[in-house]
T-cell receptor, first 114, second 118 residues
Framework: GAVVSQHPSRVICKSGTSVKIECRSL??????MFWYRQFPKQSLMLMAT?????????EQGVEKDKFLINHASLTLSTLTVTSAHPEDSSFYIC??????????FGPGTRLTVT | AQKITQTQPGMFVQEKEAVTLDCTYD???????LFWYKQPSSGEMIFLIY??????QNATEGRYSLNFQKARKSANLVISASQLGDSAMYFC???????????????FGQGTILTVHP
């Protein structure tokens, strides 16, 4: 099956710094990628939908200036958490959609802000 | 309003027995898809099974089957012959199709933590 990678898998950063998370589709071109956030034992909440070459569409309540999303190519989308604070600590999961509409999830990135 | 509802925060089952995880959904669309995912403690999302709204037969994939009751808007997951490795969080999700060649986003339920006892 199709493979989606995320890097890094775990990151610890200090409060006030920025963190970039990469999501790559390894064997297909993804015109659309999605970014989710998940707190422990809770559901996946969609943060934004990212289309290649255009601005991301953010869900209500998600600060676009805090969570910067860039989808510069058909195989790469990045999420940058700017000026991270402890409340941003969470599990971030991306998924990539292939041209047939199949959606594949990355393994997730666990962010801890100290 | 919650589009996907999973009312069982936790479920316990004995190894080798069957278990049903409940899922109800709410949509006014005629065309939609229902998915079940397994999320072990590692965090990866593992696709289990899919049911399209126009599919007349219940979907099956190995030990997984989806009990699709369209009129009741329910899409329960049945796991037969439970194994210890089935212990994980399970999510029901729905995609409403935007029509044409565009695809809607996935909306997830709250999840059910399944624990399989030896």
């Amino acid at each position: 099956g199709a493979v989606v990678s995320q890097h890094p898998s775990r990151v610890i950063c200090k409060s006030g710094t920025s963190v970039k998370i990469e999501c790559r589709s390894l064997d297909f071109q993804a015109t659309t990628m999605f970014w989710y956030r998940q707190f422990p034992k809770q559901s996946l909440m969609l943060m934004a939908t990212s289309n290649e070459g255009s601005k991301a569409t953010y869900e209500q309540g998600v600060e676009k200036d805090k969570f910067l999303i860039n989808h510069a190519s058909l195989t790469l989308s990045t999420l940058t958490v700017t000026s991270a604070h402890p409340e941003d600590s969470s599990f971030y999961i991306c998924s990539a959609m292939d041209p047939a509409g199949e959606q594949y999830f990355g393994p997730g990135t666990r962010l801890t802000v100290t | 309003a919650q589009k996907i509802t999973q009312t069982q925060p936790g479920m316990f089952v004995q190894e080798k027995e069957a278990v049903t995880l409940d899922c109800t959904y709410d949509t006014s669309d005629q065309s939609y898809g229902l998915f079940w995912y397994k999320q072990p403690s590692s965090g990866e999302m593992i696709f289990l099974i899919y049911q399209g709204s126009y599919d007349e037969q219940n979907a099956t994939e190995g030990r997984y089957s989806l009990n699709f009751q369209k009129a009741r808007k329910s899409a329960n997951l049945v796991i037969s012959a439970s194994q210890l490795g089935d212990s994980a969080m399970y999510f029901c999700a729905m995609r409403e199709y935007a029509g044409g060649t565009s695809y809607g986003k996935l909306t997830f339920g709250q999840g059910t933590i399944l624990t399989v006892h030896p």
